[in-house]
C-alpha cells in the first residue's frame, strides 16, 4: 500500500459522492442554493415567451397545436416555491419529439446513432460508436431533429439519464430517448439539473411501469411537475451548480477537497439548513443533509460551521418547539423594565435615554408567537468599554487584581494564562470598568472584534482595557441566551455591517447598544439553551474523534512512509 493508498482508504467515504450531488441539486430545485433577488422578472413572464414562441411554430405549421394539459392542483405540488417560481408541467417548456418502430439497421459508418446507452447521466458519451446510413436518416427522423441546446432523455434501459445536446453534426437519435425540443434554450441547463435531480426522478420511478425493464411512457412523463425559476436565477443556479459539482469532481479525483473549497461547500449546504423556515422545513433539509454528515464533517472547521449554524436555528426559533403556555416575552420585557426603574431610583445606574422603535424594515426575520425584538440596550444595566491605565504595560505587576484585555475573551470563555495585573489602588481608580460574576464581555477593536465572552458566576472581579465592552444583563437568567446570540451570525454579521476603522476595526458601543436581539419568552430560552448545549457537546466529542483520527492519519503515514 502507498501513501496515497491509505490517505485514501481514510479520506473517502461509501457513496459519499453521489449523496452529495443529489444534496446539492436538490437544493437548487427547492430555490435554496443561492439568494432570490426580488428585482428578477418572475417566472411566469418568462412562460408567457414560451407560450408566445409555441403559438408561433404552431401558426407557421412548425409544430401541431398542443393538447390542453390538466391543472397544478394545490395537493399535487410537492413542495412551496420561491416567490417568483412557477410549477408547470414539461409540455409547456419543451415539444416532445421521440421515434417510434423498428431502428434501422446500423452501418460500419454514415450518420451517427446517439442510442439510450450513449445518454449518461449529464452528458452524452460517443461510446459505444454506431452509426445508420444516409438514406434510412431522413425517412427514421421523420419527427424533428434535435438542436444545439435540447435535451435527451432516456425513458427505458436505462431510465432517466439526461444530457443537454452539444452536437452541432447530424445524428439521429434511437428508440428508449425522448428529445425535449426547448421553446426558450436559454432554459437547458437549469431543466437538466432538474430533470437530474433526486426529487424528478423519484417521480418518474413512480410513473414508470414494466416487469423485465423499468420505463416510462410518454404520457406519463408529461404529467410530472417541473419548478420553474426565474431566468436570472437560473443562470445564478446554474453556476452555483456547476461550481459544487467541480468541487464534488475534485473530490471524486484526489480524495477529498482543499480547505478552501471544503469550506465553501460546507458553508452552501449549512446556509440553506440554516435558512429553513418551519420546524417541518429544518427537519426535511436536517434529515437531507444528515445523509452527507460522514462526508461533510470530516473535519474540526465543519464542525465548527454546524455549531455556528446551531446558533443561527436557535435565535430564529427553529431548535425547541414553542408552549403556548410559556408567560410571553413581552411580559418579560415588563419585568425588565422594572427592575431598570428599581436600580435607576435606588441610584445604582443612570437613567437610560430612549431607543428609536423597530421598524418592520430592520427585522431580519419573522419571530415566532411569543417573541420580541429589542434592542440590546433594552436588555442591559450596563454597556461600556474598559480603559488602559496610565503608562499602559509599565503599570501592570506580578499579582493583584486582573486587568483582561481583548486576548483573554473567547467565545468558550475567559482565557487567563497570560493574564495581566494592576495594583490595588489603580483598580479603585478604574471602578467605572469594573468587570464581576455573570457580565458578558464583548470585544469592539483589532482583529479579534465580536468575539464575547461569558463572566463565570464564580468570578471574583476584575477590570477591562479599553478594547472590551462589559455587557452587564439587567436579570441574570438572561445571561446564557443573550451570549449564544452574540456569538450568533445575526450579531456577527451586523458588526461587520457597521464597523468603522480603516487600519483597525472598531465599533462603537452606540452602534452595539442599538444591535437588534431577538427575545424568547424565559421559559423558552431555558429549553433553547439545554437544546444548544447538548448539541455542542454532541460537536465537541466529534470534534475529538476528528483530532483523534487526524492523529491515526499522522501514525499510518509515518508508517507507510517507513515501509517505503
Not at 142 to 152: A, E, N, S, Y
Not at 550 to 557: E, F
Request: aromatic residues 6%; hydrophobic residues 45%; glycine residues 6%.
Amino acid at each position: 500500500m502507498t501513501l496515497d493508498d491509505g490517505f485514501n482508504l481514510l479520506a473517502t467515504a461509501p457513496d459519499g459522492i453521489k449523496r452529495l450531488r443529489e444534496l446539492i441539486l436538490s437544493l437548487a430545485v427547492q430555490g435554496k442554493l443561492v439568494p432570490q433577488d426580488p428585482s428578477d422578472e418572475p417566472a411566469s413572464e418568462l412562460l408567457k415567451k414560451i407560450r408566445a414562441e409555441k403559438d408561433r411554430l404552431i401558426a407557421e405549421g412548425k409544430i401541431k397545436k398542443d393538447k390542453p394539459l390538466p391543472a397544478i392542483d394545490d395537493d399535487e405540488k410537492p413542495f412551496a416555491l420561491p416567490a417568483g417560481w412557477e410549477w408547470v408541467r414539461l409540455p409547456e417548456l419543451a415539444q416532445f419529439i421521440d421515434y417510434r418502430g423498428k431502428t434501422p439497421v446500423k452501418k460500419e459508418s454514415g450518420i451517427p446513432l446517439i442510442t439510450a446507452k450513449n445518454i449518461r447521466k449529464g452528458y452524452i458519451s460517443r461510446e459505444p460508436q454506431e452509426f445508420i446510413s444516409e438514406g434510412d436518416y431522413p425517412k427514421w427522423m421523420t419527427r424533428g431533429f434535435p438542436k444545439v441546446g435540447d435535451i435527451l432523455f432516456t425513458t427505458e434501459a436505462p431510465l432517466g439519464n439526461v444530457a443537454v445536446v452539444n452536437i452541432e453534426e447530424p445524428f439521429a437519435l434511437a428508440q428508449r430517448v425522448i428529445c425535449f425540443g426547448l421553446y426558450h434554450p436559454a432554459t437547458s441547463l437549469m431543466l437538466k439539473s432538474i430533470l437530474l435531480s433526486q426529487f424528478f426522478q423519484s417521480a418518474i420511478v413512480e410513473q414508470a411501469s414494466g416487469v423485465t425493464a423499468q420505463g416510462i411512457k410518454s404520457s406519463r412523463l408529461q404529467l410530472i411537475l417541473i419548478p420553474l425559476p426565474p431566468l436570472a436565477e437560473q443562470s445564478r443556479i446554474v453556476a452555483k451548480v456547476e461550481e459544487l459539482m467541480a468541487l464534488c469532481d475534485a473530490l471524486e479525483a484526489r480524495g477529498q477537497l482543499e480547505a478552501e473549497q471544503h469550506a465553501r461547500l460546507t458553508a452552501t449546504l449549512f446556509d440553506a439548513l440554516a435558512a429553513s423556515e418551519s420546524a417541518h422545513q429544518l427537519q426535511e433539509n436536517w434529515a437531507r443533509l444528515a445523509a452527507s454528515f460522514d462526508l461533510v464533517l470530516d473535519r474540526p472547521q465543519a464542525v465548527d460551521a454546524l455549531e455556528q449554524t446551531i446558533l443561527q436555528l436557535a435565535v430564529r426559533g427553529l431548535l425547541v418547539p414553542q408552549d403556548p403556555a410559556d408567560e410571553p416575552a413581552s411580559e418579560l420585557l415588563k419585568q425588565i423594565r422594572a427592575e431598570k426603574d428599581r436600580l435607576i431610583a435606588e441610584g445604582k445606574i443612570r437613567k437610560d435615554k430612549p431607543l428609536p422603535a423597530i421598524s418592520d424594515e430592520e427585522k431580519p426575520f419573522d419571530l415566532p408567537q411569543g417573541w420580541e425584538w429589542v434592542r440590546l440596550n433594552q436588555l442591559l444595566s450596563k454597556i461600556g468599554a474598559g480603559s488602559t491605565p496610565l503608562g499602559g504595560r509599565e503599570v501592570y505587576v506580578s499579582e493583584g487584581v486582573k486587568f483582561l484585555r481583548s486576548q483573554n475573551v473567547w467565545n468558550d470563555g475567559l482565557r487567563l494564562a497570560d493574564v495581566a495585573y494592576i495594583k490595588p489602588e489603580t483598580h479603585e481608580k478604574m471602578r467605572g470598568t469594573v468587570v464581576v460574576a455573570d457580565d458578558l464581555l464583548f470585544n469592539i477593536t483589532g482583529a479579534s472584534i465580536g468575539r464575547c465572552a461569558a463572566v463565570p458566576a464564580d468570578f471574583d472581579e476584575a477590570n477591562v482595557s479599553q478594547h472590551v465592552t462589559i455587557v452587564r444583563p439587567v436579570l441574570r437568567n438572561l445571561k446564557v441566551f443573550l451570549h449564544l446570540t452574540l456569538t450568533s451570525n445575526l450579531v456577527q454579521q451586523a458588526v461587520m455591517d457597521v464597523q468603522v476603522g480603516v487600519s483597525r476595526e472598531g465599533l462603537s458601543i452606540s452602534k452595539l447598544g442599538l444591535f437588534l436581539i431577538p427575545l424568547p419568552p424565559l421559559a423558552e430560552q431555558s429549553r433553547i439553551v439545554a437544546r444548544v448545549e447538548a448539541l455542542r457537546a454532541l460537536c465537541g466529542q466529534l470534534r475529538q474523534r476528528l483530532v483523534a483520527s487526524r492523529d491515526m492519519q499522522g501514525q499510518l503515514a509515518s508508517a507507510l512512509l517507513a515501509q517505503g
